[in-house]
């Protein structure tokens, strides 16, 4: 009788799934970051870095 309750596996992991799953994200983020004007936006700044707010000298 014990075994009658023993529980049922669930479904096999399969990677090929997961990674299907990636590669529509990142295609979802990809078209999300283009139509949002990223390509432009990256064109207009000359200095892409950061300057520090001050410069200590000696």
């Known amino acids: ?22 590669v529509g994200f990142l295609i979802i983020l990809g078209l999300a970051w283009f139509l949002s004007g990223a390509p432009e936006r990256s064109k207009d700044q000359k200095k892409p870095f950061v300057e520090p707010a001050f410069v200590q000298t000696k």
């Open 1 to 22: 009788m014990a075994d009658d309750k023993k529980p049922k596996p669930g479904p096999k992991a399969d990677p090929v799934d997961d990674l299907k799953w990636l």
